[in-house]
């Protein structure tokens, strides 16, 4: 019963990890961007689908409808008004721009992290499951939210493969992550691309964040450790891979998952992080990343 519990809630982790995680990587893939204030935009969503139905009263359809559109709008802010300026700027120098980028973005999350504390204090707020009742797999009595959850991501993960790789404006996108300066004489504008791949990113964010909030709940104080976990997740599989995300995020949730219940929860992060700097030394470029 222990084996099957460690596999179904390592699994359901693992799926909120690799959409999480895969948006972020294909920001950097593509716009070699290494968006800090990703745990804050995610919290945002979460917030935004709980103020729904506790406010709002709106069924739990609607609520995590709101909260992906929250997600949506605030990636596309913080492409529009942080990062794109400074992409753009002629004062910064290219090869200081990416340190302006990971400050602005780190300085633009801990803004959204406040605001959220200000106006809605830093307890942790849980969304209405849109599934509920409970489920025997091999013994062991899950709850049919958990399960909700992995399924609606792979199936938002299928849906992402698809139009990457069966779409004309998919395989545009890849081209950019591997040549952005052929994509360009090829006639492709990168400023469209960009904006679409944040747009994507958006609603990658915001359904993993609607869904962590109905399988967890967060608070404002979420916002470090969602983003340190992307971050780790996307180093380990190789930063700008999205396989390499989605790989290094089950290895990271099952880690997680074996330690909390073989050891204690409070130590469930430490063999990731392990992991993490022995990969660093070993193989830097991560599982999949390119040389």
């Known amino acids: 019963m222990l084996f099957w519990q460690i596999l179904i809630d390592g699994f359901a982790v693992g799926s909120l990890y690799a959409l999480g ?6 920001i950097f893939g593509v716009s070699g961007v290494l968006n800090l204030s990703h745990g804050a935009l995610m ?18 359809y609607a609520g995590a409808a709101i909260g992906v559109v929250v997600g949506l709008v605030a990636s596309l802010v913080t492409y529009f008004i942080v990062v794109r300026p400074l992409q753009n700027s002629q004062k910064i120098r290219e090869d200081e721009k990416e340190i302006f980028i990971l400050t602005a973005t780190l300085l633009w999350g801990i803004m959204i992290q406040e605001l959220i504390a200000y106006f809605y204090t830093n307890n942790a707020k849980t969304v209405s499951p849109i599934v509920g009742g409970v489920i025997s797999i091999a013994g062991v009595r899950t709850p049919a939210n958990e399960l909700f959850t992995a ?12 139009l990457v790789n069966r779409t004309r404006a998919g395989k545009a996108v890849l081209a950019a992550s591997m040549n952005p300066r ?5 006639g492709i504008e990168l400023p469209q691309i960009y904006i679409a791949v944040w747009a994507i990113y958006g609603v990658l964010i915001g359904v993993a964040g609607v869904l962590l909030g109905m399988f967890l709940g967060v608070s404002s104080y979420s916002v470090g450790p969602l983003t340190a976990s992307a971050f780790s997740i996307v180093v380990l599989g190789g930063l700008g891979s999205v396989s390499g995300a989605l790989i290094a995020a089950y290895v990271v949730s099952y880690l997680e998952t074996i330690t909390a219940y073989l050891i204690s929860p409070a130590y469930r992060t430490i063999p990731a992080l392990l992991l993490l700097v022995v990969v660093m030394y070993v193989r830097p470029r991560g599982l999949l990343g390119r040389r």
């Open 151 to 162: 399924i609606v991501c792979w199936i938002v993960i299928g849906v992402l493969w698809l």
């Open 43 to 60: 919290v945002a969503a979460v917030v935004a689908a709980w103020a729904a139905g506790n406010d709002l009263h709106v069924g739990p």
């Open 21 to 26: 995680a895969m948006g972020f990587a294909l």
């Open 182 to 186: 052929g994509v360009t004489l090829l």
